[in-house]
């Protein structure tokens, strides 16, 4: 589920008990809910005190919120869904209350402080706080790389250059994937570019994955290059 708010990131993932495990295809037929099995091994309904038809509401270090039980709160009625709206909204804003371009959950994770700048290279690998923020990597760790992946992918019997990276899920910055024949001169039009749906990935970092990829075969346009740029709102 996608909010309606672009500022918003709200990921909806279903874990189904143990004992209804023969019930998933019910579930997920013709439906895009991400839907996983509990198993013994992870226990989760166990672990988080699940009850049935529970839906836990956690913010973006995983830290849970609200617990909402759409038995107890049936959402065929409006005042339950304008609840389950604000637990939402709530819970997915991004606060920034000092004004650096830098989420506050983001840097308390990371520096349990608000002071690091977003043109500082905290652990100087020669990325500023800023651009891990965007691309989703660790500004603590000098290992933590971005995480761009540029290929050649084929369409039919032509190449094309293309990467996939991750980025920030919400609308907190933009980003703009751009193409040069000469490093000089950069364009964004959608007639030079295909871009990919984002993907959410589940994995707790609150980034989501996009390709993009030039429109023009390498042998119609033998150079070309890509470049991704995040900008704050």
């Known amino acids: 589920m996608k909010t309606a708010n672009p500022d918003l990131n709200v990921e909806v993932l279903g874990i189904n008990r143990l004992n209804d495990s023969a019930y998933n295809d019910l579930v997920t037929s013709e439906r895009t809910l991400a839907w996983l099995q509990d198993r013994e091994d992870a ?5 988080w005190h699940v009850g049935y038809r529970d839906v836990f509401i956690l913010d973006s270090q995983n830290r849970l919120r609200a617990v909402f039980n759409l038995t107890e709160h049936d959402l065929s009625e409006a005042g339950n869904r304008a609840e ?3 637990l939402f909204l ?19 994770r990371y520096f349990g402080d608000l002071s690091p700048k977003p043109n500082e290279d905290t652990d100087g690998d020669g990325i500023d706080n800023f651009t891990e923020f965007a691309f989703g990597t660790n500004p603590t760790d000098p290992n933590s790389y971005t995480s761009f992946k540029p ?16 980025r920030r899920a919400g609308a907190v910055l933009d980003y703009f994937i751009e193409t040069s024949p000469d490093l000089v001169s950069w364009s964004r039009s959608t007639t030079e570019i295909v871009e990919s749906l984002p993907k959410i ?6 980034t989501s994955e996009v390709t993009g990829s030039l429109k023009h075969a390498n042998d119609i346009q033998p150079n070309g290059f890509l470049r991704v740029r995040a900008v704050p709102r």
């Open 151 to 166: 290929s050649m992918v084929s369409r039919g019997q032509q190449s094309f250059l293309s990467t996939t990276f991750r």
């Open 43 to 47: 226990s989760v309904w166990d672990n």
């Open 201 to 206: 990935r589940f994995d707790g970092t609150g």
């Open 84 to 86: 389950l709206k604000q």
């Open 90 to 108: 709530r819970t997915a804003q991004a606060v920034d209350s000092d004004g650096d371009g830098l989420p506050d959950d983001w840097e308390l």
